[in-house]
Nanobody
Framework: QLQLVQSGGGLVQPGGSLRLSCAASGFTFDHYAIGWFRQAPGKERKRLSCFNTNDNNIYYADSVKGRFTFSRDNHKKLSHLQMNNLKPEDTATYYC??????????????WGKGTLVIVSS
């Protein structure tokens, strides 16, 4: 059974840092494109960062470029989102996702349960 278990959220002051983690199990990690999204209250879910398998570049939304760093460890089946210089507008529920790039479920996107990040003084 495919699982994405998230950890690392919490309350942080403006300017602070947090690292979100996403531990995968139950599927061939290498065959899935991993991405991070967030959803603020009353707003739609937006993609923050992901690894683009077409050109092997990491995509970052403009709102987090230069502050957030995406990483993935295929051997450990882990992905991290390092978030620095956090701002109050970064307050949201953050989601890890895995989208199949091959096999019978190609194109299917799976989600972690989300982790809440609150940036406030």
């Amino acid at each position: 059974q495919l699982q994405l278990v998230q950890s690392g959220g919490g309350l942080v002051q403006p300017g602070g840092s947090l690292r979100l983690s996403c531990a995968a199990s139950g599927f061939t990690f290498d065959h899935y494109a991993i991405g991070w999204f967030r959803q603020a209250p009353g707003k739609e879910r937006k993609r923050l960062s992901c690894f683009n398998t077409n050109d092997n570049n990491i995509y970052y939304a403009d709102s987090v470029k230069g502050r957030f760093t995406f990483s993935r460890d295929n051997h450990k089946k882990l992905s991290h989102l390092q978030m620095n210089n956090l701002k109050p507008e970064d307050t949201a529920t953050y989601y890890c996702s895995a989208m199949s790039t091959m096999g019978p479920d190609v194109g299917m996107r799976y989600w972690g349960k989300g982790t809440l990040v609150i940036v406030s003084s």
